[in-house]
């Protein structure tokens, strides 16, 4: 490899495991400048606003409390403090198309990995970053593209369950894919059972077999990560069978009974639902499961004030 290495301990074991086991592996993004505190303060404070997330997570031992807000003009370097000394995470999504610097990170990662896992390519990458509370959480669900978790600041304990029933079942795919939210699915304190449980420091990043269920919890201190996501043509294509078979479910009441990514069934999928992904349907669906009612309080770090008492 003619550049530093960004993971500093792969094995070909590794490359065995990756994509088939959940994997913990070395790296070095967090000795990088880009991921320093104070490069995450400057890039909050130019953060297009419809890129981010703020979520506040309500009282602790709380389920299910997830409200949506705004950073309110504040300095990075003060979200930082807020998020430090409350219970919300940020996730500053799309980062790759926002600053072409970190573009230049994961292209590094990218290339790396084709070097290392042959026959590996993507059709589309995204990354986002997330600063979250001391003991935050992120509830247990699944994603549908590919996922690596890169650990930058702080400590977190994570579940990785794995990706077939009861911990994951077609529908709730379907459900993800049609309502885009990723929260809905159904868990049991049992199922850690039968997850590994995986810590991560500051320089260790995670992958995961695709659309394994998993869930997060913050050790007591900030943390901050960046979730790097992938899709390449099986992933596209599975997408794409998961949003038609929920539309076909929800919208047209039909059970769907094929998962076929070749052959006139999959194609049939791929028309119906690029004619009904963006109908008023869909976007009302979705929006119902989506709104802003907080923003953060300059005068007290880690509180919050409610936008309809601002209003
Ligand atoms: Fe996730």
Known sequence: MSREPIFTDWTDRHGALWGHQPLRLQHRLHTMPLFSRAALAELIDTYPREQYSLIHMGASGQRRYWREGDIGGLPGEAVIDAIAKGRMWLNLRNVLKVDKRYAEVADAIFAEMAERLPGFSTRHRSAGILISSP?????????????????????????????????????????????????????????????????????????????????????????????????????HRLQTVNLANGLLRHRLGLPPRSRAITGPSYWSKAVLQKALRNSRWVRRERGARRRVDFRLDGANPGQIIDAQATA
């Open 135 to 235: 003991s935050a959480q992120v509830y247990y669900h699944a994603d549908l593209p590919g996922q690596h978790l890169w650990q930058l600041i702080g400590h977190k304990r994570v579940y990785i369950y794995p990706n077939s029933p009861p911990f994951l079942t077609e529908r709730h795919l379907e459900d993800i894919a049609l309502f885009e939210v990723e929260v809905d699915m159904p868990y049991e304190p049992w199922y850690d059972e039968h997850a590994q449980v995986l810590d991560l420091a500051p320089g260790q990043m995670l992958s995961w077999p695709l659309n394994a269920p998993h869930r997060v919890e913050n050790l007591d201190c900030l943390n901050v990560s960046m979730t790097v996501s992938f899709t390449n043509e099986e992933i």
